[in-house]
């Protein structure tokens, strides 16, 4: 660990804009306790952990909550590079929201430590490295005291769910507040129509279909190792191209599709079908393919079809919808926000046949998921959103893990599945080895689904 001085640079994403609207959340029930707020002037401290796009995202939406004073007081990455970038573009629009000097800047891979150091309890830890350092980085949250938000997904297979799961529990015991990246659950627009469905104005739904057909997607497609980099550095760079990091682009990409569609279900599905393949390598290295059609399939027997696809030329889509008995619901289309909801009394979904849609303009569900946040702090309510991000994370896997093996795949058999792909990232060293090693080619293994059928994809 090391700390820095200022540079600039860019980010992935810029932060959201500001919405006002703060309101309850569902979340699991715990030990009510005295909460512990971050300091007698009211100011909730922040410390961001992992300064990608996604992670400098959330410090902006988090600085833009209403409830009350925020401030962002550490930051922390595994490169100084990104750390700066993110300093520098949060500092354009939040500068007044930030006392993050240079002692309090912390590069390397204990860096998450010193950042939480820097936090009192009732103060929030955001958690926006790749998904295989969750674990060690929540459970040192939850040893300080101190409530988290974490990015999605959670885990990336069997035994890290089951790990998340207690430390979820022990969270929810020391009554802190944890929220998970899975914005669409607090999505405006998603929510009334969840609640439409659960009334019964589509009837018993029989078939979900969720689509995320787009074009190549940054870091997914990955090429050789840049002469100089060490193994472990690469891999945690460019980390969407490695399932030990992160699950692959199906964990990361596919998930919210995936979730959002479960909701409306309000179920998760029991197993598993799917198939998945490559078109054309070229220099890749990558573990991912570039088509993915996974067949997910509830204890009733209804099913959830999935399609994903990263390729140039070919149809996009980015949608998800339900398909009932007396109608048919659109869930989300052209992305994740606005989601743009509606109910058709048809499957077609003409203009004619639509018997609801969402009113008006949707406010972020991003902004949202932290003004809910931040309320339940602030007024010591329950918020534990852990068990549902590790179910969300878990099914996803089974899907990844039928596609990659070319075999039916259970909830249960995901869950129990031995094997871990990373069980030392607790332990890793820019000096010593990565959790995946590539052969004399400078290629890494591959799923090679009906031949590999060991599971470990």
Known sequence: MRTLQESSGLTRREALRTTTRVAAASALTGLSVPLVHAGETNTIQIALIGCGGR???????????????????????????RLESSYANLSKRYADHMEVNSDRKFVGLDAYKHAIDCLKPGDVA??????????????????????????KPVTVDGPTTKRMLELGAESVRKNLKVGVGLMCRHCEAREQLYQRIMDGQIGEILLLRAYRMVGPTGSAATGPRPEGMSELEHQIRRFH????????????????????????KNAWPIKAQGSGGNFERGDRVDQNFDTYSVEYTFEDGSKLMLEGRNMEGCHQEFASYAHGTKGAAVISTSGHSPAKCRISKTQNFNRSDLTWSFPGREPSPYQREWDHLMAAIREDRPFNEVQRGCQASLVTSMGRMAAHTG???????????????????????FDGPAPLVADETGKYPRPAPGIKRDREY
């Open 126 to 151: 955001i958690l926006a490295t790749p998904p295989a350092f969750r674990w060690p980085h929540f459970a040192y949250a939850i040893e300080k005291g101190v409530h988290v938000f974490m990015e």
């Open 55 to 81: 992670g400098t995202g959330a410090v902006g939406d988090a600085l833009s909550t209403q409830a009350g004073p925020v401030k962002l007081v550490a930051m922390a990455d595994c490169f100084e590079d």
């Open 407 to 429: 075999q039916v795949v259970t909830y249960d058999d995901m869950l129990n599945c031995p094997h871990e792909f990373a069980p030392n990232v607790d332990r890793l060293s």
């Open 241 to 264: 191209a490695f399932l030990w990091a992160s699950g692959g682009s199906f964990s990361d990409f596919l998930i919210h599709n995936i979730d959002e569609c479960c909701w409306m």
